[in-house]
């Protein structure tokens, strides 16, 4: 079976290269090719996965060796596959909902002139995703790694045409960059440390004390500043909520399937070396539970849907990290949430492309209203992602949220109850912000106008395109979490690799469920109460600095502004003044001084005979008087 391995690869890849270079010619089948060969990966993935069902437990991990790719003296890279259940987990993740999302873009993108150029970059991002998970090592991981990055700028500025979603695409790369600079010096040290780069070598001599504690810190803290990127984590945040410039597709792979899932792999996955660096993972603690609040304060203030989403997903990878930076005892519930959010965070994105899709691409909530009677699939599904992002008791966010929420309890001591604190109250914050999106779209009186044009929005139905992939991520959404808990089956699944440890709660999982469906009904009241029996407002609320200040993303760009932009224009100019008035003044002195001399010295070649006989003559008179004067003395 290992030889199928990179027949997970082969697919999308093959599909990226026919639908990027094989012309026009391919215009009318393009979008159904790509979705044709994301189903065939999806489909090698089953098979996959049955074989390893069928393993012992400790005998699910394959590895397929292709090639030895950079083979020089003792430096040794391979192109290496390893799949093993947390690898299987996210090819099964990325193949199911990167293949439904492929079905929904035939229909979203139906009237698109480069749709056959999208589907090529939706599979190239397939690829990529899935060589970074299968990588065997951290520097053919580096590659996927890249090739997500890549993938990412070709969609979030597919419509380049817009100015501001070819500003969102350089923003994304550039943010991105900065974190890769990370995991490009942490390859560095693993290699000067350990002398490889395999997960086989690395980790074991990590868990077996082969470096130093600094050392494992220093490897630590670069592997979280690239996930910090990838996965929009503070302080990289910056870039996500423009990324919803890309087609709504885009939104949903990104935010569910693939690229922001990638941080919390790259640190699940290095688990044993951030156990070896206390610092490093307190880190990503931190960054987790800050992350979380972040977030959902930023989604509770935006009136566009998409960017409401997208503070949501910065939140629960919030979620993620925190999760993973408890160690064992919360790799599996991280890993566990994030599969459970690739199916309801994924429907709720379709859900508002649907939306948008019936109402003219309009974006702000303000001007939606009444929707459930024009779009009722739309409505439901959709309704259904909200309760299980919510935490609704028995759907599948319910059970992975309110594991984290017990974990963090479990930390233990003054900083239990804190992370525990955070989690509540993000669960909180959760349930207001998503409340308000289905009230302000689902529910109330329409309050959609005609634009600029005169042309007024009449919503409906979206075609069974989009509507199917959405009905199947809705039944995720309900059924997922339910299915991981029968008999722990999904932590039996993973802790071969991650590890399981229990944590001493001082409350129970009985208490924690308690307290987490309480303060989620807590959310939906206050947001019913504001906005359920309240007229919307038309124009945007200033409200207090807080309001203020989510609404423009918590200043995190006014930040960036002043942190780096304006430091980096004030050098600019400064080293322009002194190439301007030193560098050139000295050359351009220099000049100035020999093509003077130059001026006064071509007077003395006038071409007159007496002239330069005179000449001689006063050369020759000085060399006789500079004689007998030195014979004189």
């Known amino acids: ?121 939706l599979n190239l991002f397939l690829a990529a995703m899935l060589l970074l998970v299968l990588a065997d090592n951290y520097l053919l991981l580096y590659v996927g790694w890249e090739g997500v990055g890549l993938a990412s700028f070709l969609l979030i500025g597919f419509w380049q045409h817009k100015p501001s979603a070819a500003t969102a695409a350089k923003k994304a790369f550039v943010v991105n960059r900065v974190g890769d600079i990370g995991l490009a010096i942490a390859i560095m040290v693993m290699f000067t440390t350990f002398g490889t780069f395999a997960f086989g070598e690395v980790l074991p001599a990590a868990a077996e004390g082969g470096a130093t504690e600094t050392t494992m810190t220093l490897i630590g803290l670069m592997l979280l500043l ?64 800050v992350t979380l609040l972040f977030g ?44 459970t959010h690739g199916f309801f965070k994924a429907g709720l994105f379709l859900g508002a492309g649907s939306v948008m899709h019936g109402m003219n691409d309009e974006v702000d909530m303000r001007r939606y209203g009444g929707l459930r009677r024009y779009m009722p699939v739309t409505f439901v599904t959709f309704g259904l992602g909200y309760l299980a992002i919510i935490g609704f008791p ?22 239990g109850w804190i992370l525990g604190g955070v989690t509540l109250l993000g669960a909180g914050l959760t349930a207001y912000y998503m409340t308000r999106i289905m009230i302000l779209t689902f529910f109330g009186e329409k309050r959609w106008q005609p634009d600029a044009a005169g042309n007024e929005p009449h919503p409906h139905e979206s075609p069974r395109t989009m509507t199917i992939p959405m009905i199947v991520l809705a039944i995720g959404s309900v059924c997922a979490g339910f299915l991981f808990n029968i008999n722990h089956a999904f932590v039996d699944w993973l802790s071969p690799v991650t590890g399981i440890a229990e944590g001493d709660s001082p409350v129970g999982h009985l208490t924690v469920s308690i307290a987490a469906t309480t303060v989620m009904l807590i959310g939906v009241a206050a947001a019913w109460l504001q906005y359920g029996r309240r007229p919307v407002p038309d124009n945007a609320p200033t409200g207090r600095w807080v309001t203020r200040a989510a609404r423009r993303d918590l200043l995190q760009d006014d930040f960036n502004h002043a942190a780096f932009v304006l430091p980096g224009n004030y050098l600019t100019r400064g080293l322009v003044y002194v190439d301007h008035k030193l560098v050139d003044g000295v050359v351009n002195g220099t000049a100035a001084a020999f093509g003077g001399l130059s001026g006064r010295l071509r007077r003395v070649q006038n071409g007159y005979a007496r002239s330069y006989a005179v000449s001689m003559f006063g050369g020759a008179a000085l060399l006789i008087a500079v004689t007998l004067l030195m014979r004189a003395v």
């Open 394 to 415: 028995y759907l599948s966010g319910f059970f992975s949220k309110d594991e984290i929420i017990y974990a963090a309890f479990g930390r233990g001591g003054t900083q």
């Open 226 to 289: 690239a996930a910090c990127g990838k996965s929009a984590q503070v302080p990289l945040q910056s870039w996500l909520g423009d990324a919803m410039e890309g087609p709504t597709p885009v939104s949903a792979l990104i935010h569910a399937a693939t690229m922001v899932t990638a941080g919390v792999y790259l640190i699940v996955r290095s688990g044993v070396i951030f156990e070896a660096a206390p610092d490093a993972q307190t880190a990503v603690i931190v960054v987790g539970a």
């Open 1 to 121: 079976m290992e030889s199928l391995i990179g027949l997970l690869l082969a697919p999308p890849l093959l599909g990226a290269a026919v639908l990027l270079l094989g012309g026009r010619r391919l215009d009318r089948v393009g979008h159904w090719v790509g979705t044709a060969l994301a189903a065939t990966s999806f489909a090698v993935a089953v098979v996959l996965f049955a074989d390893l069902l069928g393993r012992d437990a400790g005998d699910r991990t394959l590895t397929q060796h292709l090639y030895s790719w950079v083979p020089v003296g003792g430096f040794q890279a391979d192109v290496a596959f390893r799949l093993d259940q947390l690898s299987m987990t996210f090819v099964l993740l990325i193949t199911s909902v990167g293949t439904l999302i492929h079905l929904y873009s035939v229909g979203y993108m139906k009237d698109d002139e480069r749709r056959r150029r999208f589907f090529g970059y």
């Open 296 to 339: 959902a304060i930023v989604g509770c203030a935006k009136d566009d849907i998409k960017k409401a989403l997208a503070g949501s997903t910065m939140s629960q990878i919030g979620y993620m990290m925190l999760a993973a930076g408890l160690g064992p005892i919360g790799f599996v519930f991280a890993i566990m949430h994030l599969v």
